[in-house]
């Protein structure tokens, strides 16, 4: 059994375990980054961080009887600001049709936009090769366990919401379309890129191009790689497609690929789950401990004193 919880500043010799693992700026393998994560993600949780831009929620799984962390995922409270703009790549078309040679293309292209009132994102999701195929479905409930917050606590996040997977990578942590076009416009490698935006993302409005970038100028294994998630990322977007989120048409260069969206959440409680099926409202509702008739079992989530949800059992399991 596993206890889903928020993580704590004793969880971080686990969790540097795990970020080595993923691999991401989300959840940092530098120790003190992640520690003040940690930090952060508790004043979060007891509520004691307003600003959206500076809230993030870190979720862990705990085995109940040996202590050991099979994962952990995470909540940003909001991701684009007037400070620090949420840049993405928009891939559009442009039609051109030739009357005296009768033929037509359809060029697709990239352009440079950004929003500076962006929305929350999910990310740093990441399960213990070992613990992958538990029966459990730790990297299920992990996923699942940040709509069921963000659906109890409304009025903590924006009412959209995204998330980013990274791209396929190639060995040294590079990626083919980064190599291709981002690092001849500024000079830096994947990693340095990815390193130097979670923290400043001038550099990106100052250096990359305005005019767009069409697609069929670039060598087909790297158009081809475009909008694809990488290998170790897969298993997260089909959870997160099965809890309703869609693919957007941009492309994360900078960082990660911005894959999927949910729009237009209603405000409410945590039964308000947009996109489930009845009965999969029925499965969280039993697992929650909710019974039919109004009779209740022990919840299945609780509200520490100012520690976020204690889960006492898993979420969201479907067979």
Not at 109 to 128: A, F, N, Q, T
Not at 129 to 140: L, W
Not at 185 to 193: N, Q
Not at 265 to 287: K, N, V
Request: charged fraction near 30%; charge should be positive.
């Amino acid at each position: 059994m596993f206890l889903i919880r928020n993580a704590r500043p004793g969880d971080l010799r686990q969790l540097l375990k795990l970020a080595h693992e993923l691999d991401s700026i989300n959840l940092p393998a530098e120790s003190t980054e992640l520690r003040a994560l940690l930090e952060r993600s508790e004043r979060s949780f007891a509520g004691r961080i307003r600003q959206r831009s500076r809230a993030v929620y870190l979720f862990c799984a705990e085995a109940v009887r040996t202590g050991t962390l099979a994962g952990a995922s995470m909540i940003i409270g909001k991701h684009g600001t007037p400070r620090a703009p949420h840049y993405y790549l928009q891939i559009d078309s442009d039609e051109r049709y030739s009357h005296a040679l009768r033929k037509m293309f359809r060029h697709t292209y990239l352009r440079l936009r950004y929003s500076m009132d962006g929305p929350s994102e999910l990310g740093g999701l990441i399960v213990k090769r070992a613990m992958r195929r538990n029966p459990e479905r730790v990297g299920r409930q992990l996923s699942w366990v940040r709509f069921l917050y963000i659906a109890k606590h409304r009025a903590r996040f924006e009412r959209e919401l995204i998330a980013e997977m990274l791209p396929p990578m190639t060995p040294g942590y590079r990626n083919a379309f980064w190599d291709h076009w981002g690092g001849l416009v500024t000079g830096l490698t994947f990693r340095e890129a990815d390193r130097l935006s979670s923290r400043d993302k001038q550099f990106i409005r100052e250096l990359f191009p305005e005019s767009p970038l069409y697609t069929f100028l670039l060598p087909e294994d790297v158009r081809n790689s475009l909008g694809a998630a990488g290998d170790q990322t897969r298993g997260a977007v089909r959870l997160l497609e099965q809890a309703g989120m869609r693919f957007l048409d941009q492309n994360r260069s900078i960082r990660r690929r911005s894959l999927l969206r949910r729009r237009g959440w209603p405000p409410g409680t945590g039964q308000e789950l947009p996109q489930l099926s009845d009965r999969e409202r029925r499965q969280i509702a039993r697992r929650r401990g909710e019974l039919p008739g109004g009779a209740r079992r022990s919840p299945g989530l609780s509200r520490g004193e100012g520690r976020g949800p204690r889960p006492t059992r898993t979420l969201g399991r479907r067979a």
